[in-house]
Nanobody
Framework: QVRLVESGGELRQAGDSLRLSCAAS????????MGWFRQVPGKEREFVAG????????RYVDSVKGRFTISRDTAKNTVYLQMNSLKPEDTAVYYC??????????????????WGQGTRVTVSS
């Protein structure tokens, strides 16, 4: 059974840091591109960051560039999202996803094959 489990979501104040983790089980994701998305009620799921299977390529939405860093530990089948200088507009449910079909980092949710259940991040002003 394929499973992605996010953790690390908490309540933080603006300017704080937080690290999200996504642990994969059921199959190896060493050859999959991984992505982090976020969603707030009433809005579409938004691409936040992605990382290639090798970890050599990353991609970010403009609003988080310079503040967020995505990384992966292939041996642990885990992907991380380090979030610094948090802003209230970062408040959302964050999802990790795996794309086992392509080698480029996709920004569309439909490109991803597996999803976690989400972890909530709340940033107060």
């Amino acid at each position: 059974q394929v499973r992605l489990v996010e953790s690390g979501g908490e309540l933080r104040q603006a300017g704080d840091s937080l690290r999200l983790s996504c642990a994969a089980s059921g199959r190896t994701f060493s050859s999959a591109a991984m992505g982090w998305f976020r969603q707030v009620p009433g809005k579409e799921r938004e691409f936040v960051a992605g990382i290639s299977w090798s970890g050599g390529n990353t991609r970010y939405v403009d609003s988080v560039k310079g503040r967020f860093t995505i990384s992966r530990d292939t041996a642990k089948n885990t992907v991380y999202l380090q979030m610094n200088s948090l802003k209230p507009e970062d408040t959302a449910v964050y999802y990790c996803a795996a794309d086992v079909s392509r080698t480029v980092i996709a920004a569309l949710p439909g490109a991803y094959d597996y999803w976690g259940q989400g972890t909530r991040v709340t940033v107060s002003s």
